[in-house]
């Protein structure tokens, strides 16, 4: 039973680029949420994507946007990077309906310069 | 707004001593608690949970946590830690809506350093 994958596991990126992060549930899950976890803090909720819509979204500017897809995956974008925006995404997904519970994925970590 | 607070940022415990690290939240509502462990450079990795019931709940790895509603606490416990705990642990909270998990709140973490 796969659990939640992420793709790329690094990259890096210049000030001003586009980004696109992607994620994968774990098997039997229909709901994914991605968190960005600075250096030494805590990881914080960007939003939570079921039923291919944002159903729910945290203190993130638009740069930060998503879509989820028929098979559950799902995408986060953030445009026009900043500096502050190197940090570990992290995707976590979980069943609604199934559980409280959210299974991380490993991240991915973005190193803007 | 909902918060989280983990009072300890670094905790040093001899191998095969006892373990207790501190979360307090702040929330309008009975949220839902859990721990996570996260190595460096990797994921986070769920090691018990709170929804109802019960206030002592155990979790993976030897790990209990208890919840304490007039605290408003959910301390996580180890009778004996081993070398292998070293890592960063965090504390989150949520709350249920819409018939399933909200985004969590996080705190900013406890650095476990065993000492041999």
């Known amino acids: 039973d796969a659990g939640v994958t992420q793709s790329p596991t690094h990259l890096i990126k210049t000030r001003g680029q586009q980004v696109t992060l992607r994620c994968s549930p774990k098997s039997g899950h229909d709901t994914v949420s991605w968190y960005q976890q600075a250096l030494g803090q805590g990881p914080q909720f960007i939003f939570q994507?079921?039923?291919?819509?944002?159903?729910q979204r945290g203190n993130f500017p638009d740069r930060f946007s998503g879509h989820q897809f028929p098979n559950y995956s799902s995408e986060l974008n953030v445009n026009a990077l900043l500096l502050g925006d190197s940090a570990l995404y992290l995707c976590?997904?979980?069943?609604?309906?199934?559980?409280?519970?959210?299974?991380f994925g490993p991240g991915t970590r973005l190193t803007v310069t | 707004a909902q918060s989280v607070t983990q009072p300890d940022i670094h905790i040093t415990v001899s191998e095969g001593a006892s373990l207790e690290l501190r979360c307090n939240y702040s929330?309008?509502?009975?949220?839902?608690l859990f721990w996570y462990v996260q190595s460096p450079g990797q994921g986070l990795q769920l090691l018990l949970k709170y929804f109802s019931g019960d206030t002592l709940v155990q979790g993976i790895k030897g790990f209990e946590a208890e919840f304490k509603r007039s605290q408003s606490s959910f301390n996580l416990r180890k009778p004996s830690v081993h070398w292998s705990d070293a890592a960063e642990y965090f504390c989150a909270v949520g709350f249920a809506g819409g018939g399933g998990a909200d985004g969590l709140t996080f705190g900013k973490g406890t650095h476990l350093i065993i000492q041999p």
């Open positions: 976590a997904s979980s069943s609604r309906g199934g559980g409280y519970e959210q299974y």
């Open positions: 929330y309008g509502a009975t949220p839902y």
């Open positions: 994507y079921y039923e291919e819509e944002e159903r």
